[in-house]
């Protein structure tokens, strides 16, 4: 098992999240997520990361896989300017690569912001640490255990 599909179990674990883990062909985008878990792409939570220009650290959007989120709304929640974040910042703050950034288990503590739009549905999924690995969980428990701030974000 990979590390950062590891680290994401054992984050769930912890949490005391019902969850259950998918290996997949290939999940890089919303639309191949979906497709191999047989959802809607909006049950598909995109794990969108963007540099705060003030701190320079990671700010993480968990978003429905069909919303985008809004540059200049997301700086408002953030309170701070945001820019794009490159893949060697991204691996640094979280541990995972661009294609398979979980919402759980990163290597530090990061700033995270959740779309209300994904507490419609009763089971979503998410990235699992690996572009071949998602998990489902109840979006309710994914917001409690992130600890992210619900908010308003997208266009």
């Not at 220009?53 to 985008?68: D, I, K, Y």
Request: charge should be neutral.
């Amino acid at each position: 098992m990979r590390k950062s599909l590891k680290r994401v179990q054992s984050a769930l674990l912890e949490t005391g999240a019902t969850f259950e883990i998918l290996e997949v062909g290939q999940a890089r985008t919303a639309q191949e997520a979906a497709d191999a878990a047989g959802c809607a792409v909006d049950q598909i939570v995109k794990s969108i990361i963007f540099r705060g220009e003030a701190s320079g650290h990671v700010a993480l959007f968990l978003t429905a896989g069909g919303n985008r989120v809004c540059a200049d709304k997301a700086s408002s929640v953030a309170h701070q300017p945001l820019g794009k974040a490159d893949a060697a910042l991204i691996r640094a703050e979280t541990g995972f690569a661009i294609g398979g950034v979980a919402p759980v288990g990163h290597l530090s503590p990061v700033a995270s912001y959740y779309d209300p739009r994904l507490l419609e549905f009763e089971r979503v999924w998410a990235a699992a640490g690996t572009p071949r690995h998602i998990f489902a969980v109840d979006p309710r428990e994914l917001l409690r255990i992130t600890g992210a701030k619900l908010a308003d974000f997208v266009e």
